[in-house]
């Protein structure tokens, strides 16, 4: 029983990190229909935000909760501004910029912060589940998590700006001619996909360590995710990190995390083969 | 005669170039440049196995780096186990070729978009990556051959002459072979491209549909044309592996591949020679900026793949054509005119 | 007796929900000119591509001189020699006008065969002052012959052309029509059309389509004249 309820965690824990990072790439993907590869380096910055506010001594609360999605939303609207807009409604494009942008980022953290890993600490200690012990940060990490979607989940829902950016991601002409301001909805949505983005890198610091190249182990399973969850951003989300995060489990139960990613990556270019559009495209029409 | 050259001129200007640098530079250049410049001549040839399916197919390998791997990788697990390299040398062409039909099939059959075709090929390099970066340990290999992991396999034999294993390549003889390679598969792809077969391939990455309907099969047309960047890929791979004598998991490497699209994007992806200067003077870059410490060659090449998509505003696709279509045309006209010419010459 | 040039049997499509056709049975005789006309939403386009084989049906299945097609890919069904022209001109807007024709002419001839055909084409639909310009950069109702031009190449054994006249001038109008006309002599034709006066020039049969079947088919009289046909067609018409 108790060994039940701890592989139950590991799998909720594989399901959640996944929805966790990519719910950011995924909004700005349903919304704007752009991928944004440099998203493993918009967490990147978020974990690396952490860790200097933890350096400086604020509150590490504060430094993973709060400090990472202000600043990245900071950088994420500059670029919008600079580079995203320029290239909207061209996908390819976009994709090439971003990871051109991704590498540049990659580059500017090495350079500032050299090629070593930072620490953050983690704070709260493991708890025990009968004789076995379980890392009371991986609850922590799946209870943010959960918040996180319901976060998002009530901005699109009850908010002014959830119901624009709804309008815009269904016809972006139809909400121009109605007097929207499609692209500063466009440039809000961006930071709110970036802030989200940081949010998840300000989280995860204390687990996966903070060093300028792991935005890359991010972004692949971030955009399977995304692209095989489809259109609808959070039912899409939800349902590929389920999919993918139990396959992900499964495989990595039965030989290593290596096996258990690419199991996933398996899974996610046979479910892009069979469901081009995306679980959402296909099934849940019409959901947010 | 001279009707051939004036249509050609600018062909026969290449050829002529390249087979001077091939006899002239191991004569004036020292040991350590002329290892350098084969590096670069190599990444020529991969450049073009990349602009032959982008630039002409219309194929978004966002993932090219994992034919390389599996090219460098291939030549080095059977090198190790057999000892000549002349059937090591076939099967590093071979096996990406193969994995290109593979997932041609898988992709194309399908009718899968173009932003898919990207998002597989990526996501396919990173199986890749992983799988070989987590072989690190005894139990992993290949016959003789230890895979290493992220370290690695170090001293992995030189190409030899075919069936004399003992009579391996010095360095001019491999700045030889790389180049005279990178000419063959130059023109060859030149000719290719005149072909029934060339000429339908561009017309497939201009509208898939209307080729279907004049009777083609699309789907063949793109698969031929992926297998056939494959396999120069895994050339490129092998001589890689031969001319460092080592290979790590970074030919799998994501990076990898955004190295070869930014040789594209700066070079014009529409053209054959672009690709191969862009490929040369960004290595040569790359290079420059690891002597000295200050910038982050990440920087550099993030910074460029920005500059050039964004400074060409009508985007990628339409500059693709109005580079490739100026050459395309010159072949039909009874004489290339000036324009065409320069162009050419200057993409 | 010899099979109809193409026919369908019982043919169903269904997009989700939605009965885009629901049981057509067409025929067409070798050497016809055949309009269909219907109100949007009528089906015709679906029917089209079902032809062209870019959808499968539901059910039902099409024939081409006898032969069973359904199965086919869209390229098997073009190399039987049915071309199709769209209704948004589908040419190699990269590629000049002479090598659109030439990718067309290259699929089934060798050599010097292409070259000619290439340039008789050229001078059949007076393409010649633009023959090495890029398609792309061509009017309209240019681009239009240059995707005539691409399916004439193919020397097909019948052509589908879609909204031929659409978006041209009265002038071109009447050019167009003499053209299908011409076409006609030696090539089968199915036209999909809206324009009633355009459909008078140059049809004789006529088949109707209605919410997914065949209203009616006839002579140019008798479908003018059918009330039936006025209600679904012309009502919708103006009440559009």
């Known amino acids: 029983m108790d060994l039940a309820v701890v592989v139950g965690i590991d799998f909720i824990y594989a399901v959640a990190t996944l929805a966790l990072i990519s719910i950011g790439l995924a909004i700005v993907f349903g919304m704007m229909r752009i991928i944004n590869l440099a998203h493993g380096e918009f967490m990147v910055m978020g974990s690396y935000s952490a860790a200097v506010a933890v350096h400086h001594h604020v509150n590490i609360w504060i430094a993973i909760l709060i400090v990472p999605p202000v600043v990245v939303a900071a950088i994420g609207a500059i670029i919008e501004r600079v580079i995203i807009r320029r290239l909207y409604g061209r996908m390819v494009e976009t994709m090439l910029a971003t990871w051109g942008l991704s590498l540049f980022v990659v580059g500017i953290l090495t350079m500032v912060f050299g090629d070593i890993t930072e620490g953050v600490p983690t704070p709260i200690g493991g708890i025990t589940i009968g004789s076995y012990q379980a890392s009371g940060y991986s609850l922590f990490v799946i209870a943010m998590s959960i918040v996180t979607i319901a976060g998002v989940y009530l901005v699109l829902r009850t908010s002014r700006l959830g119901l624009l950016a709804r309008g815009t991601m269904q016809n972006a002409e139809m909400a121009a001619a109605l007097g929207v301001d499609t692209s500063r909805i466009y440039a809000v949505t961006f930071a709110f996909g970036a802030a989200l983005a940081g949010l998840a890198g300000g989280i995860l610091a204390p687990v996966s360590g903070v060093f300028p190249n792991i935005g890359g182990s991010y972004i692949g399973r971030a955009f399977i995710t995304v692209i095989g969850g489809g259109p609808a951003a959070l039912v899409g989300t939800i349902s590929a990190s389920t999919l993918f995060g139990v396959i992900n489990q499964l495989a990595t139960f039965a030989s290593n995390p290596v096996y258990g990613e690419v199991a996933l990556l398996a899974a996610a270019i046979i479910l892009i083969r069979l469901l081009p559009q995306g679980i959402t495209g296909r099934y849940f029409r019409g959901s947010l | ?347 | ?240």
């Open chain 2, 1 to 347: 005669m001279t009707r051939f050259l004036r249509e050609n001129a600018a062909l026969v200007a290449v050829a002529i170039a390249g087979i001077a640098l091939l006899i002239g530079l191991p004569l004036v250049l020292d040991l350590y440049t002329l290892l350098q410049v084969t590096l670069y001549v190599i990444y020529a040839i991969l450049a073009l196995s990349l602009a032959f399916i982008w630039g002409y197919g219309g194929i978004l390998c966002f993932g090219h780096s994992v034919f390389f791997g599996l090219g460098a990788y291939g030549y080095a697990v059977s090198v190790i186990n057999m000892g000549d390299s002349t059937l090591p040398f076939l099967i590093a062409i071979a096996l990406p070729a193969v994995l290109a039909a593979a997932l041609g099939y898988f992709m194309f059959y399908a009718r899968i978009s173009d932003v898919y075709v990207g998002v597989i090929t990526l996501t396919v390099t990173l199986i890749f990556y992983n799988v070989v970066n987590s072989t690190a340990g005894p139990q992993y290999h290949i016959g003789e051959a230890l895979l290493g992991g992220f370290n690695g396999m170090p001293n992995v034999p030189s190409l030899n002459i075919p069936f004399q294993p003992d009579n391996t390549l010095e360095p001019a003889g491999m700045f030889v072979l790389c180049m005279a390679l990178l000419l063959i598969v130059y023109f060859g792809l030149h000719i290719l491209l005149r072909t029934r077969f060339g000429r339908v391939l561009v017309a497939v990455r201009e509208n898939e549909q209307r080729v279907e309907f004049l009777g083609y099969d699309s789907r063949l047309h793109k698969l031929i044309a992926f297998s056939i960047g494959g396999a120069i890929a895994g050339l490129a791979g092998c001589l890689f592996t031969a001319w460092g004598n080592f290979v790590s998991p970074t030919a799998f490497s994501v990076v990898q591949s955004a190295q070869i699209i930014i040789w594209l994007m700066v070079g014009g992806a529409g053209t054959l020679l672009g690709p191969v200067i862009g490929a040369v003077a960004i290595s040569w870059l790359t290079v420059q900026i690891g002597t000295q410490q200050t910038v982050n060659a990440n920087v550099v090449l993030g910074g460029i793949l920005l500059v050039f998509v964004l400074l060409v505003p009508k985007g990628v696709a339409p500059m693709v054509t109005e580079r490739l279509v100026p050459w395309f045309v010159s072949l039909r006209r009874p004489a290339a005119s000036p324009r065409n010419v320069a162009g050419e010459s200057k993409a």
């Open chain 3, 1 to 240: 007796m010899t099979p109809p040039l193409i026919e369908t049997r019982g043919l169903v499509k269904h997009f989700g929900g939605v009965q885009a056709i629901r049981g057509v049975d067409f025929a067409l005789a070798e050497g016809e000119l055949r309009c269909l006309i219907g109100p949007n939403g009528a089906g015709k386009s679906t029917f089209f591509k079902l032809l062209t084989g870019q959808i499968k049906p539901t059910s039902g299945s099409v024939l081409f001189r006898g032969t069973d097609i359904t199965a086919l890919q869209a390229h098997e069904i073009a190399r039987l020699g049915i071309g199709i022209k769209t209704q948004v001109p589908s040419v190699f807007n990269g590629l000049s006008v002479r090598d659109n024709l030439w990718i067309a002419a290259a699929r089934h001839k060798e050599g010097k065969a292409i070259t000619q055909a290439v340039e008789a084409q050229i001078e059949r639909l007076m393409l010649g002052r633009v023959a090495n310009s890029l398609t792309g950069q061509l009017a309209h109702g240019q681009r239009q012959r240059v995707e005539l031009g691409l399916v004439l190449c193919g020397e097909p054994n019948l052509i589908l052309l879609d909204e031929p006249a659409a978006g041209m001038t009265e002038e071109e109008r009447g050019q167009t029509a003499e053209l299908i006309r011409e076409i006609n002599r030696e090539h089968p034709l199915i036209v999909v059309e809206h324009d009633m006066s355009f459909i008078r020039t140059i049809a004789r049969r006529i088949t109707v389509f209605n919410q997914g079947t065949i209203l009616m088919e006839g002579d140019v009289d008798e479908v003018f004249s059918s009330e039936a046909v006025r209600d679904v067609y012309l009502g919708k018409k103006v009440a559009a």
